[in-house]
């Protein structure tokens, strides 16, 4: 799909306040798909470092898209697990979210989505899901 | 702590996109803390289902009242990992979410949280999380 | 079902090298299934403590026998996801390890695994899994 | 560290129902350790796959040596949480673990864990994982 056509997506199937993250797709190809999660003062926590709920919340959204890129068009599916570790603070740079799918059965989908400092490249929340198709 | 001490520490410790989610403190004892995440537009996708990433902020927000809640205060700490089940679709009610802390070691805190519908007392989302002390 | 028709399981359904944990079945009623993990020095590294894998693979089959109960019989299915916290180590005693099932969908199933030094009662280890049923 | 090294590592530092899996270091690099799972009948279910306990074990234990592999030596450390998915049945071949090192920080360290077929190279379980320094 086109980056134009998942950039829509973001603001036609998520829910406003997913939409508030402001995620930008930068890339989508037969590696998955990439996502810039900007720094802005609303999900920052104290100390001015991105909330891990943040992370979370855009690892989860550019696994959507990331189905959609691997399937050629929109199907409903649903998060069964989302697992998150946390590596390192993300403090004072935007995020670059990249997506990836791993496998896709007839009722179950496995993804797993990395997120790097978009200055420095270094990777501070890796997260593994399983979705399952509808 | 008291209800009114945890719910003025969302307002403190946490990022404005998290204080969006409105989270009221419900209840703080032995067994944990509850909290209520309200139904509102802003957290639902199509179909008017409260969105999973909402569920996981939520899971975490909640476990750090917890600690709080055990320590008698808050302390900086980190979350190191957060896995989210999602058993069941949440619509048409608010969440309750209950926060139990199962260990709390030298370096490292278990948690685990349960989000069930405030009206039928379902459960909709599980999740277990390691925090790193600092 | 009844404790004996479980253990018989055991026998029947597992790898001879998960039959070696010599788990034992101790209850089975409407909050799940407990069996024992008896301590052996097969199972033990260095400074006498249960080997993690150990607890992983027992929390695994206790969740199929939990499933087996659930049921009445034993269906087909496969552990898609297994998730452990290990809390502390568990030494000089044997291992209760009790599975809970949370929720049965029509393709998939949650459950729980608590393991606890059948001793002093204290949880060592914690496992949320996902099954699917074929 | 020498392949040598690492295999004789198996033999010293993990529980003997762990060395009964029969693992064999393959190779061990900048990309972390490579270790073989062979087929054998006492890690078969009925319908002669692999069980999923075995594979868990399989990728906690070569997740030691791409510790030991990172530091040039054995510390002692351990296991926090283990997380598996499994993708697909390995069955009628061996499997390859393919265990790397994320990230070691001061008090914590990060892992990611594919298996893959020895024949068809194709992901049956990933795994993530977190370990304690002591």
């Known amino acids: 799909m086109e980056i134009a056509s998942l950039q829509s997506a973001l603001g036609q199937y998520f829910a406003p306040w997913v939409q508030a993250l402001d ?6 190809d037969g590696d998955g798909v990439q996502v810039l999660l900007p720094q802005q003062a609303q999900l920052a926590r104290i100390g001015g470092m991105v909330c891990g709920q943040a992370m979370m919340a855009a690892a989860d ?3 959507v898209l ?20 946390f590596l390192k ?7 670059r979210v990249h997506a990836r799918v791993i496998r896709v059965g007839k009722t179950l989908a496995f993804g797993e989505i990395d997120i790097q ?4 490249g270094r990777s501070v929340c890796r997260a593994s899901t399983t979705y ?3």
Chains 1, 2, 3, 4 share one sequence.
């Open 117 to 120: 400092g978009a200055q420095d």
């Open 61 to 63: 959204t550019c696994m």
């Open 66 to 85: 990331a189905l959609m890129q691997h399937w050629g068009e929109f199907k409903p599916c649903t998060t069964v697990q989302l697992n998150s570790s």
């Open 132 to 134: 399952a198709l509808l």
């Open 89 to 95: 603070p993300l403090a004072g740079q935007d995020g």
């Open 23 to 28: 995620l930008r797709v930068l890339a989508a």
